[in-house]
């Protein structure tokens, strides 16, 4: 694909003016507009409409971002995320930003009130339904007011460090990607220089837009607001200038200062996704050597496989193009690069709770005694890892935007956490805006090799985790909702909580839930307990297992999916058999009795408690 400096975009909205002048689209001229007062905002964008069409608006919410088919090819999956769906989506979030957000100026001469301008970045993965659907990005936040800046080809975390990075310090940000979603899938990741929406700013939005949606096919357009530019910027050469910047400090090599990865053998598998730029913008550039390095060129399709550090194949293929080349670290982003996973000279695939004990024992060294946020799939042996380095560890809700709100709010209550991850690999940093960024992670890593390089230990990085234990058994199934689209999220949360009473009811023996301890930061957090909760946005519960034979031999998790409709089940167990045992206590004593059958498809859970079997 195309860099973000070449070909000049187009936009739907015909009055649209594109800067070419290259100087001019880094640094454009500051302008103020004037704006409706509130009362016409809410009249052109409100409706009590409570259709189909609205509520197919609001499933796009997936969380705290958007999601949806945007391509047809997906068996019993309609195309929802449509031009005219994104577009509505847009300009809701303009209207957002300015209304809610912005600052107002009082002219002078008029004593009128106006807003200054509110500016917008978009960036997008390679998915081949992104170059479409950016236009209708444009014209909806055009439509809304907002001066709007095109990256191009990006990476999620580059689309917040966009709000933040001089001189550009826009006041929001979109990405447009679907992670490890399928190529036919595409959505909305919203920031602004706070960092990420929280699900209940994205449901604001989308109930916004969907009312508009609404107003729109009954022939109700609205006002266009203002008449803006669309200027393309080439901001990924910034942000990697800034990734270089940060090594060659910390290193601050004693011989080759601008050079410091000199000597380094590192393979980048970027999955045709958006990544390829960190090895040449970032990795060549410091004297890594990247020969052998894999799927850099982006391509929509993700023709090898899926761009997930998660995913076997890529996995497979990295540890063998290490071993082959002999390297020093072999490197797996998803698509839009907020995750990452690595490989040790070895040929250890460092993934999971494996990434979080490594990040673990590099932050624990910077900042001993600090607390470790996860989501509560983590392992019993994980904990004791981050405990036996001096570390607290807060088990937290799943889902990495609730991992990362967690970190947030014990460091505002004066609980110093460092370092917020989930299994999946999204991972974020106290000293880097609490962003979810991959590349950082993996920046952080390379710092410590070279560091360990220079002390002469030549260990490895892998080094770092020998003393985390793997649990026996472990084992991920899915249930799946079986209703009409709009009711699966009702359902999957009334089935949650239904396991939820049965505990508390004593119907499954030797079962507790895992709540809040005394020492809640150490023995897990899974409920809020401060004077501000955070909302829920999925239903989710996690229980210890205990017999008289083994004591406490296990866990298991049931969540609610924000993605598609179904629950997740997670067992671990350190003893053999444990998870099929669990299983089975949860087919025999909740699943089958509840009535739940009518509603839930628990086939998976039936073929593993009785024949051992995931298929």
């Known amino acids: 694909m195309a860099s973000s400096t070449t070909t000049p975009a187009t936009t739907t909205t015909p009055s649209t003016t594109l800067r070419r002048d ?14 409706p007062s509130a ?87 390679p998915r081949i339904s992104g170059e479409r659907l950016s236009k209708a990005v444009f014209t909806g936040l055009m439509r809304a007011g ?54 209940l700013d994205v449901e604001k939005i989308c109930d916004r837009a969907a009312n508009k949606y609404v107003n729109r096919s009954m022939g109700i357009n609205g006002v266009i ?17 800034h990734l270089r910047g940060i090594i060659m400090e910390r290193i601050n090599h004693p011989l080759h200062y601008d050079t ?56 497979s293929l990295t540890q063998a193009a290490v071993l082959s080349h002999k390297a020093d670290l072999g490197i797996v982003f998803d698509t839009d690069v907020d995750r990452s996973g690595v490989v040790d000279a070895t040929g250890t ?44 560890h807060c088990l937290y809700r799943v889902g990495y935007r609730n991992v990362i709100d967690k970190g947030v709010q014990l460091n505002k209550d004066y609980i110093e956490t460092h370092l917020m991850m989930e299994t999946t690999g999204h991972g974020a940093l106290k000293e880097n805006y609490f962003l979810d960024d991959g590349a950082y992670m993996v920046v ?33 199934l899915r249930i799946n909702i079986i209703t009409q689209p709009k009711y699966a999220k009702e359902k999957g949360a009334q089935a949650v909580d239904a396991l939820k009473n049965y505990i508390e009811d004593g119907q499954l023996e030797g079962w507790e839930l895992d709540g809040c301890g005394d020492c809640w930061v150490s023995e897990g957090c899974l409920v809020d307990t401060n004077d501000t909760p955070a909302a829920v946005d999925a239903h989710m519960y996690r229980a210890r297992v205990v017999d008289e034979k083994n004591g406490e031999y296990g866990w298991v998790h049931l969540r ?50 009785l024949n051992g079997c995931r298929d």
Not at 361 to 385: G, M
Not at 445 to 462: A, D, F, P, Q, T
């Open 560 to 609: 609610q999916s924000v993605h598609n409709p179904n629950i997740a089940l997670n067992l671990q167990s350190c003893i053999h058999g444990g998870c099929q045992a669990m299983a089975k206590a949860l087919l025999d004593k909740f699943l089958n009795p509840s009535g739940l059958a009518e509603v839930l498809d628990f086939s998976q859970v039936n073929d593993f408690a």
């Open 39 to 125: 009362s016409q905002f809410e009249t052109i964008s409100i409706s009590t409409d409570n259709t189909e069409d609205g509520d197919r608006i609001r499933r796009l919410q997936n969380g705290s971002d958007v999601r949806g088919v945007a391509l047809e090819g997906e068996k019993g999956r309609k195309v929802d995320l449509t031009p005219h769906a994104v577009e509505v989506i847009a300009e809701s979030f303009g209207e957002w930003l300015i209304k809610d957000n912005a600052n107002v100026h009082v002219n002078s001469n008029s004593n009128e009130e106006s807003l200054k301008v509110v500016k917008v970045s978009l960036g997008r993965d």
């Open 22 to 35: 290259h100087r001019r689209s880094l640094f454009p001229p500051r302008r103020t507009i004037r704006f």
């Open 225 to 241: 607001v203002s008449t803006t530019t669309l200027t393309r910027v080439n901001f990924m050469s910034a942000y990697a200038k």
């Open 349 to 392: 695939a460092i993934n999971g709770d494996k990434l979080i004990a490594l990040m673990s024992a590099i932050v624990l060294r910077e900042h001993p005694n600090t607390t470790i946020v996860t989501d509560a799939r983590t392992s019993v042996a994980l904990t004791k890892f981050i405990t036996d380095l001096g570390g607290n």
């Open 260 to 315: 410091p990865l000199k000597g380094l053998k590192v393979i980048v598998n970027a999955g045709n996704g958006s990544g390829g730029f960190f090895t040449k913008d970032v990795l060549d550039p410091l004297g890594a050597d990247t020969s052998g390095s894999l799927n850099l060129e982006p391509d929509g399709t993700f023709p090898n496989h899926i761009p997930n550090p998660e995913d076997p194949i890529a996995m």
């Open 146 to 199: 907002c001066e709007v800046f095109d990256m191009g080809l990006a990476t999620t975390p580059a689309c917040f460090m966009s709000t933040v990075l001089p001189p550009f310090s826009y006041d929001a940000s979109i990405m447009m990607t679907a992670s490890h979603l399928p190529y036919t899938r595409n959505g909305l990741k919203f920031f602004t220089k706070k960092g990420g929406l929280t699900s």
């Open 444 to 476: 952080k890593i390379l710092i410590e090799m070279v560091r360990m390089k220079l002390s002469g230990n030549e260990e490895g990085i892998g080094s770092h985790i020998k003393g985390l234990a793997e649990p026996l058994e472990s084992v991920e």
